[in-house]
């Protein structure tokens, strides 16, 4: 649980946030987490279909800033 995470979200929710990302903006959110692309690909394709809470603390912050 991060402290920049006020509640956990689902991975449904995760998945959804997600899926509008284009490859560039996943290498981008892997650069700034510090999260590996192929991770977070396999959680915005469903076939980590629970992905850890550690990971999913790691990317969070920055997932709303990768969308732009």
């Given amino acids: 649980y991060s402290r920049n995470?006020?509640?956990?979200?689902?991975?449904?929710?995760v998945r959804g946030l997600m899926q509008p990302l284009t490859r560039k903006q996943?290498?981008?959110?892997?650069?700034?987490?510090d999260v590996s692309f192929n991770?977070?690909?396999?959680?915005?394709?469903?076939?980590t279909a629970d992905?850890?809470?550690?990971?999913?603390?790691?990317?969070?912050?920055y997932l709303e800033k990768c969308k732009k």
């Fill in 51 to 61: 992905p850890r809470l550690d990971t999913v603390a790691a990317f969070w912050p």
């Fill in 5 to 13: 995470m006020k509640t956990l979200p689902t991975s449904e929710h």
């Fill in 26 to 33: 996943v290498a981008m959110l892997s650069i700034l987490s």
């Fill in 39 to 47: 991770t977070l690909i396999k959680v915005q394709s469903g076939q």
